[in-house]
Antibody, heavy 118, light 107 residues
Framework: QVQLVESGGGLVKPGGSLRLSCAAS????????MSWIRQAPGKGLEWVSY????????YYADSVKGRFTISRDNAKNSLYLQMNSLRAEDTAVYYC???????????WGQGTLVTVAS | DIQMTQSPSSLSASIGDRVTITCRASQDISNYLAWYQQKPGKVPNLLIS???TLQSGVPSRFSGSGSGTDFTLTINSLQPEDVATYFC?????????FGQGTKVEIK
C-alpha cells in the first residue's frame, strides 16, 4: 500500500535551516508529481510547493519562495524540502503528498513538526 | 492569485441533517476543485476531486457539485464520524490554494 513517511522536523532557531525528507513506498515515485503542504498549529492547510515527476517543473508558494527548495531522488524513492532562513511563521506540521493526475493530493504522510523559536 | 473562500467557517448540525459547505473561487477554475476531510488529530483525507468525483471508499452521503467559481460539498444525513474540518482546494495552476476550512460539529 502507499506509504509516505516524513522525517527531519524539529526545533530550530529563527534564521536556521532544516531539511525535510519524505520516504515513499508502495508505488513508483517517478510516476507522480509530489507536494509539500503545511499546517500551523490550530490553523488551516497551506500549500507550500510541488515538483513534477522528473523534477523539471517546480512551483512554490510566495510565502516560501527564495527560502525553500523542493527536490526529489526517484532512485531513492525520496522527496525533500530544504528550508533556509526559517521564521517563526514557518512553524507547522509539514506533510508530503502524492498528487493525482491533475494536482489533487491523493495520499498524505503523517507529517513532521517544524518549530521555529529562539 | 486566485483566492478560495469557504463558508461557513463552522457549523453545528444534528445527526441525520443535511449539511452544505460552499467554496467560492475568485476566478474561474473550471472543475479543478478538491475537498478534503480532516478529523481531529488526523491527517487530511481526499474526499472529492474534479469538483464531484467521489474517491474510493468515501461514503455515498458525501457529494460535490459546481463548476467555474462556485462549489458545494454536501453531507446527506450527517453521522457522528463526520465531525471534522473540511477544506476545499483549487489545483488547476499554482498556487494550489486551500480554503480556510469549515469545522463541522454535532449539535
Amino acid at each position: 500500500q502507499v506509504q509516505l513517511v516524513e522525517s527531519g522536523g524539529g526545533l530550530v532557531k529563527p534564521g536556521g535551516s532544516l531539511r525535510l525528507s519524505c520516504a515513499a513506498s508502495g508505488f513508483t515515485l517517478g510516476d507522480y508529481y509530489m507536494s509539500w503542504i503545511r499546517q500551523a498549529p490550530g490553523k488551516g492547510l497551506e500549500w507550500v510547493s510541488y515538483i513534477s515527476n522528473s523534477g523539471s517543473v517546480i512551483y512554490y508558494a510566495d510565502s516560501v519562495k527564495g527560502r525553500f527548495t523542493i527536490s526529489r531522488d526517484n532512485a531513492k524513492n525520496s522527496l525533500y524540502l530544504q528550508m533556509n532562513s526559517l521564521r517563526a511563521e514557518d512553524t507547522a506540521v509539514y506533510y508530503c503528498a502524492r498528487d493525482g493526475w491533475f494536482g489533487e493530493s491523493i495520499s498524505w504522510g503523517q507529517g513532521t513538526l517544524v518549530t521555529v523559536a529562539s | 492569485d486566485i483566492q478560495m473562500t469557504q463558508s461557513p467557517s463552522s457549523l453545528s448540525a444534528s445527526i441525520g441533517d443535511r449539511v452544505t459547505i460552499t467554496c467560492r473561487a475568485s476566478q474561474d477554475i473550471s472543475n479543478y476543485l478538491a475537498w478534503y476531510q480532516q478529523k481531529p488529530g488526523k491527517v487530511p483525507n481526499l474526499l472529492i476531486s474534479a469538483a464531484s468525483t467521489l474517491q474510493s471508499g468515501v461514503p455515498s452521503r458525501f457529494s460535490g457539485s459546481g463548476s467555474g467559481t462556485d462549489f458545494t460539498l454536501t453531507i446527506n444525513s450527517l453521522q457522528p464520524e463526520d465531525v471534522a474540518t473540511y477544506f476545499c482546494q483549487k489545483y488547476n495552476i499554482a498556487p494550489r490554494t486551500f480554503g480556510q476550512g469549515t469545522k463541522v460539529e454535532i449539535k
